[in-house]
């Protein structure tokens, strides 16, 4: 099993930044893609970036390209999500999840391991 825990989440005025992290504990050891999903109320959740186990593959939605940037510390098991430029429609919660796929993995039921989600408020 694998535990994530999502730090960071907060509210901010569109325009702003803000910083996710997912700390990982648990059997960390297997060498899959890491991603970051979003659910807004009223929607499904939706991807928002992957990264590959290596860091050097990183996949994003159109909807977040060129704005955010995702990164990740193996060595401290740790993932993060840089996010610039923010949006009133990037509003949700994040969730950070892990698997054994690949950074082309996109959709929620390719990755078992899941956070509880942190909250992100963008205020216009």
């Known amino acids: 099993q694998v535990q994530l825990v999502e730090s960071g989440g907060g509210l901010v005025q569109a325009g702003g930044s803000l910083r996710l992290s997912c700390a990982a504990s648990?059997?960390?050891?297997?060498?899959?893609?890491k991603a970051w999903f979003r659910q807004a109320p009223g929607k499904e959740r939706e991807f928002v970036a992957s990264?590959?186990?290596?860091?050097?593959?990183?996949r994003y939605a159109d909807s977040v390209k060129g704005r955010f940037t995702i990164s990740r510390n193996n060595a401290k098991n740790t993932m993060s999500l840089q996010m610039n430029s923010l949006k009133p429609e990037d509003t949700a919660v994040y969730y950070c999840?892990?698997?054994?796929?690949?950074?082309?993995?996109?959709?929620?039921?390719?990755?078992?391991?899941w956070g509880q989600g942190t909250q992100v408020t963008v205020s216009s």
């Open positions: 990264i590959s186990w290596s860091g050097g593959g990183t």
């Open positions: 648990g059997r960390t050891g297997s060498s899959g893609a």
């Open positions: 999840a892990a698997g054994s796929g690949t950074v082309e993995a996109v959709l929620t039921n390719n990755y078992p391991y």
